[in-house]
């Protein structure tokens, strides 16, 4: 279960981070106007999804590649916050907005779980 889990994350990331540089514009349109750069900014937490996504897979650094997937999170909330309190951005229902706040720790519990070592990972203490 848990490495299903943790292929689904890294494919969700990989997804995401592309889509950054498919569509742009969708990402542009939340960036908080006191951020300097928005294309640069984008493309960057693009890159980065991608390459935290890939690194998930990657068995020596996937713990690592999980922190870096919580500090993401983190750092694009504030885009989260920016579309609830304008919501004129992208018209949809307000619950819609709202719900996007705490899927956001959803997400990071998600990648914290994967921080954690699995039981076969735990050595063996025979005493």
Known sequence: ???????FLAL????AGVMHFVNPDFFLKIMPPYLPW???LV????????????SLCIPRISIWAAWGIIALL???FPANIHL????EIMPAPPWLHLIRL???SLFILWAYWHTRPTLEQIPSTNV
Not at 12 to 15: A, E, L
Not at 43 to 54: K, Q, R, V
């Open 1 to 7: 279960m848990k490495t299903f889990s943790k292929y």
């Open 12 to 15: 969700f990331m990989v997804g």
């Open 38 to 40: 928005h294309l640069e």
């Open 43 to 54: 493309y960057l937490s693009g890159f980065f999804e991608i390459g935290l996504g890939i």
């Open 74 to 76: 983190i750092a694009v």
């Open 84 to 87: 609830y309190l304008h919501q």
């Open 102 to 104: 705490p899927l956001q």
